[in-house]
């Protein structure tokens, strides 16, 4: 098993906040290398040491989140619709900022994409799909990923006004 280094742990951290502090500020496609190594006070060689550019950094980032929403779901004692829905509305509204931001930089496709490579891990995980052994699992994986992914887009869009558990309620009651 691999060492995870805490200082590389933390450059990392570092400069993926100061890229999610720069995008509040300007847009991404304007930010440099530059500003993110200055914003995180770390030598631009600990920024290449780390990461290969600033779409890297995001890359990283999101699979991070996925992760983590994916540990989240398996300490889940109980696994229902409902619940899964309650815990993806809790998980993302903790990150509701982030994903703004990639709304606003025309950069959303980035969670989209990771949703098609995590789906069908999270649906074996809890063997939630007979699909999985259908011809048409990889149609039922991109319905399931466009779809929570444009409910959850368009639900921060309107300000997240409603709960994650009215979230969860609205999604059983139109989809179960």
Not at 121 to 143: P, T
Request: charged share 20%; hydrophobic share 40%; proline share 2%.
């Amino acid at each position: 098993m691999t060492k995870i280094n805490p200082s590389v742990t933390r450059s990392k951290q570092m400069i993926t906040q100061a890229l999610i502090d720069l995008m509040g500020e300007k847009s991404y496609t304007k930010i440099t290398i530059t500003e993110i190594v200055t914003t995180a006070q770390i030598a631009r060689k600990t920024f290449y040491r780390n990461f290969t550019s600033k779409d890297e950094v995001l890359a990283e980032y999101i699979e991070v989140l996925f992760k983590q929403y994916q540990n989240q779901l398996s300490h889940s004692s109980v696994f229902t619709i409902h619940e899964a829905v309650l815990t993806y509305f809790t998980f993302w509204q903790k990150h509701r900022v982030f994903i703004q931001l990639l709304i606003q930089n025309n950069l959303a496709h980035l969670v989209l994409e990771a949703y098609e490579k995590y789906l069908p891990i999270i649906d074996k995980i809890h063997q939630h799909s007979d699909l999985a052994q259908s011809d048409y699992y990889d149609y039922s994986i991109a319905f399931s990923a466009g779809g929570f992914w444009w409910l959850l887009c368009t639900w921060i869009r309107k300000g997240a006004v409603e709960s994650p558990k009215e979230m969860a309620d609205y999604y059983v009651r139109m989809c179960c």
